[in-house]
């Protein structure tokens, strides 16, 4: 009788404790957006958490964690418990900061799990309406005459715009002035004012300024054409085979995240990504639904880190 009450007890423990795991998520999920609200990874995931909370029956809240170039926020959440319910929305400066930064209080690659890519966007070639050149070709000649002259803005130091333009600057054999900002907001505005004579950026962050005709677009950074842009030449077909460089963003957890919620969280939202509404919200922000599994994305990172550590030494920028 004891033998028997023992057994029934034990598969009861089993049922109950398999019950509880399957229950996941039984509570919010906080997802940390490592910058200031209103950027392209904010936008980008606050629609596909629309649907991902849908589809799992339980709230997502997406909290701003931002500073340190997107290091505050990452490593808050490499050092949160591995249970799914405290994510990181990573991107190109996550992947940037490997190579950057002194120190981090993380390993990029071993402190964090892949779960799935969400989007990525190219960048936009931008010059001041002003400016002598009206296409891309011709920029380069006039960069090439006149070495040391031409001004360009970004972000800050180490910024996707910052290394995207180094990239070029690299390939194209320019010598060129970085000026580095707090930020995409007064880098644009010295932009517009002609203080600055390029940049590159979303498109998402300034085609209200292309309209206006305050700014002129002179190529994408993307490999191909941009669907949304086709008339405007890739940097790569203009003469510069191989030059690539879009911003990417995807979601990550703690390492030693439980495989089986690691495994629901991709396909939940590789499923949100790729919904109809999601794909147009998306779309109409300039930005490329891009649905990628876990594996994916943890070759992207990779990729990522060894692109950009080797424009950070081949173009001698010091680490921060």
């Not at 999920?29 to 606050?46: E, N």
């Not at 950026?201 to 085609?207: I, L, Q």
């Not at 919620?261 to 499923?271: T, Y």
């Not at 790729?274 to 994916?296: F, G, R, S, Y």
Request: proline letters at 7%; charged letters at 20%; hydrophobic letters at 45%.
């Amino acid at each position: 009788m004891k033998l028997a009450s023992l057994v029934a007890a034990g598969m009861t423990a089993l049922f109950v404790g398999g019950a509880a795991q399957a229950a996941y998520p039984d509570r919010p999920i906080h997802i940390i957006v490592p910058f200031p609200p209103g950027g392209s990874t904010d936008v980008v995931t606050r629609i596909v958490v629309a649907k991902a909370q849908e589809l799992l029956g339980q709230n997502i809240i997406v909290e701003n964690r931002g500073g340190a170039g997107s290091i505050i926020g990452s490593d808050y959440v490499a050092k949160a418990a591995p249970d799914g319910y405290t994510l990181l929305v990573g991107q190109t400066a996550f992947a940037v900061n490997a190579s950057l930064r002194e120190k981090l209080p993380y390993d990029t690659v071993k402190d964090f799990t892949p779960i799935a890519l969400m989007a990525d966007h190219p960048g936009v070639f931008l010059a001041q309406y002003t400016k002598p050149y009206n296409t891309f070709k011709e920029f380069i000649a006039y960069a090439k005459a006149n070495p040391g002259k031409v001004v360009y803005s970004s972000a800050g130091t180490g910024s996707w715009p910052h290394l995207s333009m180094a990239m070029l600057a690299k390939d194209a054999g320019l010598q060129m002035v970085h000026v580095p900002y707090q930020g995409t907001g007064p880098a644009k505005a010295d932009l517009i004012a002609g203080r600055v004579d390029v940049k590159i950026e979303a498109y998402a962050t300034s085609m209200g300024m292309v309209k206006d005709g305050k700014l002129k677009v002179l190529a994408v950074t993307s490999a191909q054409r941009d669907p949304i842009l086709p008339d405007v030449p890739t940097i790569a077909e203009l003469g510069y085979p191989g030059y690539e460089t879009s911003y990417w963003i995807g979601l990550l957890g703690p390492a030693r995240m439980p495989a089986d919620v690691s495994a629901k969280l991709e396909k939940v939202f590789l499923q949100a990504v790729n919904d109809p509404e999601v794909k147009q919200k998306l779309e109409a922000q300039t930005i490329h639904p891009h649905a990628l599994p876990a594996k994916d994305l943890q070759a992207l990172i990779q990729k990522e880190i060894d692109k950009w550590a080797a424009v950070i030494k081949d173009s001698n920028i010091d680490k921060q």
